[in-house]
């Protein structure tokens, strides 16, 4: 069966790192909000409980939990990290957004 949401592993290796500097027993947390200058955003933070209906995506120690109505939004996505010389973030590529805005935290949906 395949993942609704994938990590690559290069965001996997990311997280992972955080988690460690961090303690360990942590997760990231995306969620789509409403808002934006597009419409809809991606919010990312880090948690060590999930709640009970929490999609949990694990690759190697990394762990992301999504919210059943941000997986709606998030079906098929794929959550990837970029360090280039315009700096270091999470990148999520989404089939599911029609537009996004110059700063790839904010998309439309049709």
Do not use: K
């Not at 303690?23 to 060590?48: D, P």
């Not at 079906?75 to 700063?103: K, Q």
Request: charged share 25%; glycine share 10%; proline share 4%.
């Amino acid at each position: 069966m395949d993942t609704p949401f994938r990590l690559t592993d290069r965001a996997a290796a990311r997280i992972a790192e955080i988690d460690a500097e961090q303690g360990g027993g942590h997760a990231l947390r995306i969620a789509v909000l409403a808002g934006g200058c597009s419409g809809f955003q991606y919010q990312f933070g880090l948690e060590r409980d999930r709640a009970d209906d929490d999609l949990v995506i694990e690759n190697g120690p990394a762990r992301v939990f999504i919210d059943p109505a941000s997986l709606d939004l998030l079906a098929g996505a794929e959550l990837d990290y970029t360090d280039a010389l315009m700096g270091a973030h999470f990148a999520v590529r989404n089939p599911n957004a029609a537009s996004s805005c110059g700063c790839g935290t904010s998309f439309a949906i049709d």
